[in-house]
């Protein structure tokens, strides 16, 4: 079954701490995306990746870093740097210029 | 409709009814829009999409409707269901080939 894994489902940041969301897909997509969602808003843009090795910032790219090494994964650090990292990540992936866009289940993620 | 914001709108059907979901969105320039559904704890569900050159289109149970001249669109959902219960958003296609997400609206289908 083709698809979009993200891992974890759940993860706690400590104060100071860099923290990687995992995003693998089997799509054989070019195109992926990072996506934040907070309570009663839509999703906002943190990171997008066209092709491999390369990526750009989003709309709230301030306090994340990303890596796009293989086609199939896009890792997301959450670094120290972000002061409000409590959020739902969505990680997503598309085949090219319109077409729909393939969600994961998220990443939920929580300050200790 | 959709906004922005800490509360979202809601709709609540009977089950069998039919449901119409709203939306308005911002750049009259866009040209391709998605519906999306998202049921708790969950990532977003591609629902339909729809083109610019075309006003309807026609799914399995659903319907989307796209008015350029005002910049709406709309979801219609027939024979409501409870496994459709979930929050419903619209997306448009943003400037780079990202998608531009309303807050969403939360449909309830009472059994």
């Known amino acids: 079954d083709g698809g979009i894994t993200q891992s974890p489902k759940y993860l706690f940041r400590k104060e100071g701490q860099n923290v990687t969301l995992s995003c693998e897909q089997n799509l054989n997509h070019d195109a992926m995306y990072w996506y934040r969602q907070d309570p009663g808003q839509g999703l906002r843009l943190i990171y997008y990746s066209q092709i491999v090795n390369d990526f750009q910032k989003g709309d709230i790219a301030e306090g994340y870093s990303v890596s796009r090494e293989k086609k199939e994964s896009f890792p997301l650090t959450v670094t120290s740097a972000q002061k409000n990292p409590t959020a739902f990540y969505l990680c997503a992936s598309s085949s090219g210029r319109d077409q729909p866009q393939h969600f994961g289940d998220g990443t939920r993620l929580s300050i200790l | 409709g959709e906004s922005v914001g800490l509360h979202l709108p809601t709709l609540s059907v009977q089950e069998g009814d039919n449901s119409i979901i709203n939306c308005a969105y911002s750049n009259s320039a866009s040209d391709y829009f998605i519906w999306y559904k998202q049921e708790s704890g969950k990532g977003p569900q591609f629902i339909i999409d729809?083109?610019?050159?075309?006003d309807k289109r026609q799914g399995q149970r659903v319907t989307v409707l796209l008015n350029k001249t005002v910049k709406h669109l709309s979801l219609q959902i027939a024979a409501t269901q409870p496994g459709d219960s979930a929050v419903y958003f619209c997306?448009?296609?943003?400037?780079?080939?990202?998608?531009?997400f309303g807050a969403g609206t939360r449909l309830t289908v009472k059994p």
């Open positions: 997306a448009e296609k943003g400037r780079v080939n990202d998608m531009r």
């Open positions: 729809i083109r610019s050159n075309m």
